[in-house]
């Protein structure tokens, strides 16, 4: 096993585009979190999934932002109509055990033009 | 979920001095006290944790302290080299698993 990967590392978008993130977690962690980060700041938590179930979403996710889990393997996370303040890096996290020690991806940062 | 406040936010070093970052928690159920590396482009990285039964833990040139009556715990970097140029996090953690980033900080080796 490889670590958490994310795809695509980088993405370019205009305003107003719908753009979808996918995140493949260690094969045998559980949980799965996406977090946001943007420049000078620690990672904002957005939503986190046990198995294929969402347990938690943060305020900061607004109605434009969808994740999912189907299988409860990998996660996609799907931002319509973005906006410039969307522009960040994105980070997915995966976990075993409660309380966590997560393995991180390497994230994909968001640029909305 | 917990919060915790970290210092200093910004810390520059010789290269073979120590470092030390310290974070304070509130909530005295807290049972674990990771710490995380973050380098540019990267995403933040596990490099040492403790739980709340032990008073420190050691791996080469890394520790975590835990001071429960003061409710603080410290990363020790001793012999610190460029590449431990980096910004560092303690997250808070809550009963779900789900840490809180604050700020961190941002650590520079000067060689």
């Known amino acids: 096993d490889t670590g958490v990967s994310q795809d695509p590392r980088h993405k370019i978008t205009k305003r107003g585009q719908n753009v979808t993130f996918r995140c493949d977690p260690i094969?045998?962690?559980?949980?799965l979190y996406w977090y946001r980060q943007t420049l000078g700041q620690g990672p904002e938590f957005l939503t986190y999934f046990q198995n294929e179930a969402q347990l938690e979403k943060s305020r900061l996710l607004s109605d434009r932002f969808s994740a999912e889990r189907p299988k409860g393997s990998f996660s996609t996370l799907e931002i319509q109509r973005t906006e410039q303040g969307d522009s960040a890096m994105y980070l997915c996290a995966s976990s075993l055990y409660s309380p966590p020690g997560y393995t991180f991806g390497s994230g994909t940062r968001l640029t909305v033009v | 979920g917990e919060n915790v406040e970290q210092h200093p936010s910004t810390l520059s070093v010789q290269e073979g001095d120590s470092a030390v970052i310290k974070c304070t928690y509130s909530?005295?159920?807290?049972?674990?006290f990771p710490w995380y590396k973050q380098e540019l482009g990267k995403g933040p990285q596990l490099i040492i944790d403790?739980?709340?039964?032990?008073g420190e833990k050691k791996d080469q040139r890394i520790a975590v302290t835990l001071n429960k009556t003061a409710k603080h715990f410290s990363l020790h970097i001793t012999e610190t080299q460029p590449e431990d140029s980096a910004v560092y996090f303690c997250p808070g953690n809550n009963q779900g698993g789900k840490l809180i980033f604050g700020q961190g900080t941002e650590l520079s080796v000067k060689p």
């Open positions: 403790i739980r709340s039964n032990v």
């Open positions: 094969s045998e962690h559980n949980r």
């Open positions: 909530d005295s159920a807290s049972n674990y």
